[in-house]
């Protein structure tokens, strides 16, 4: 009975809700990495892998340059958006707009916007190398599924593709998944699963964007069968 209440919560907000979130649909990578999916090279930036994943979380998001909120015209939801309305220069930092917000010291220029924090030396430089390479819509996967931790695997698949829409004071749906135990009742309903799967009883997610790689939904099957643990 647990279970069913929870869910049949979550699908209540969800219907009720589709307008409050929508994602722009990611325009499908183009592997120009000459890698192949797999094979990740430590000496380059890939899109999918690195970079994403930092714009997801600071900057995609409802209110700012996601989320449906395009703020000043700059719209950060797919590798194409990025690089026009980022203005992204390939192999030059220096002449490109999204480098030159997030390294700004000028309070009134930087983004993220104060009071939210910055992004880090680590993240900058990533997104510096991506585009000093090209920055290609280039991708690659390393799949470990002897590991779904929700420290290491879980929570940062939900951060990079699910708190864009599901955090701050009006989350889409009503819904919040931006902690552990925030995201627990999901888990154990089979909502939090069954909807990145796309079953046909719930509702697809991420919502209007490109189904997770199955890598990722079979580390969150295994993290929930597995008793969904804060591990």
Request: one cysteine or more; aromatic letters at 8%.
């Amino acid at each position: 009975m647990k279970k069913r209440r929870y869910f049949l919560v979550f699908m209540a907000f969800l219907l009720g809700s589709f307008q409050s979130c929508r994602h722009e649909p990611i325009v499908p990578f183009d592997d120009t990495s000459g890698n192949g999916s797999g094979a990740c090279s430590p000496d380059s930036a890939y899109f999918n892998r690195d970079v994403m994943p930092i714009i997801q979380l600071n900057c995609s998001v409802t209110g700012c340059h996601g989320g449906g909120s395009a703020a000043n015209g700059v719209d950060l939801t797919s590798y194409q958006s990025i690089m026009n309305s980022a203005d992204v220069d390939p192999f030059n930092p220096a002449n490109s707009i999204l480098y030159e917000v997030i390294t700004a010291t000028d309070p009134n220029k930087i983004m993220p916007v104060p009071p939210s924090a910055p992004l880090s030396n680590t993240e900058i430089a990533i997104i510096a190398k991506w585009i000093n390479q090209g920055a290609q819509n280039n991708l690659c996967s390393e799949c470990d599924d002897t590991l779904f931790t929700f420290s290491d695997v879980v929570n940062p698949i939900i951060q990079d593709n699910c708190v864009g829409c599901h955090s701050g004071s009006n989350p889409s749906a009503g819904i919040l998944l931006t902690t552990y135990d925030e995201i627990l009742p999901y888990a154990n309903s089979g909502a939090l699963f069954g909807s990145i799967d796309h079953e046909a009883s719930y509702v697809e997610m991420p919502y209007l964007a490109p189904k997770l790689s199955n890598c990722d939904v079979n580390q969150v099957r295994l993290w929930v069968d597995n008793g969904a643990l804060n591990d």
